[in-house]
């Protein structure tokens, strides 16, 4: 079987940052659909290989870390094939547990007639998170609709907004 690579040797660019590290992971070749590798001008030594990156609008800034990082992600809103359309929601990372895959939990307030008063509820909603973000539990992000990336996920993080508070799964709304 083929033997696990050690970190220093999928290391390419700044310590540890997923953005930088080496894109061959996979058995097959990656890289990005629109992009040809094998110019003339690009088999020099030194010269460096382009890369497909596209502003997604909205507001939303393009991070430094998808224009010069060398992940390869087709899923990622800047760098890969994935437009942002509809709603934008904010959640508190619940679970990172997942490859690219986050768990935002949602807060709100359901209003009951009978009552008068407004009882605790929230969602959770899946999210891929692209190797631009380095996300921890606890941390508060913006997510945007897309078009269905599998099963469960239809959004795409766009947004650090805070880091983690250690809230964890308790109602944060109040």
């Given amino acids: ?26 058995k097959a070749y990656m ?16 010269a460096l290989a382009p890369r497909f990156v596209k ?6 800034r393009t991070p430094a870390e998808a224009k010069e990082g060398v992940y390869i992600d087709k899923k990622c809103p800047w760098a ?8 934008l929601l904010r959640g508190i990372v619940v679970s990172t547990k997942m490859n690219r895959t986050i768990v935002i939990r ?14 605790k509820r929230h969602k959770n909603v899946s999210a891929h998170v692209s190797p631009v ?7 508060s992000v913006v997510v945007g609709q897309c078009r269905p990336l599998s099963k469960t996920v239809r959004f795409n993080v766009l947004q650090v907004v805070a880091e983690a508070g250690g809230a964890g799964k308790k109602f944060t709304k109040f």
Avoid at 55 to 60: Q, T
Wanted: no cysteine; glycine share 10%; aromatic share 10%.
């Fill in 1 to 26: 079987k083929h033997a696990p690579q050690p970190a220093s040797a999928t290391m390419s660019g700044k310590a540890g940052h997923p953005a930088y590290m080496d894109a061959q992971t996979q």
């Fill in 31 to 46: 890289k990005q659909p629109t992009v040809f590798k094998n110019k003339k001008s690009l088999m020099r030594k030194g």
């Fill in 55 to 60: 502003n997604i609008g909205l507001g939303f």
């Fill in 80 to 87: 890969g094939n994935v437009s942002i359309r509809g709603k």
């Fill in 106 to 119: 949602r807060d709100y307030l359901h209003y009951i007639k009978k009552y008068n008063r407004y009882e």
């Fill in 133 to 139: 973000f380095k996300l921890n539990e606890g941390d």
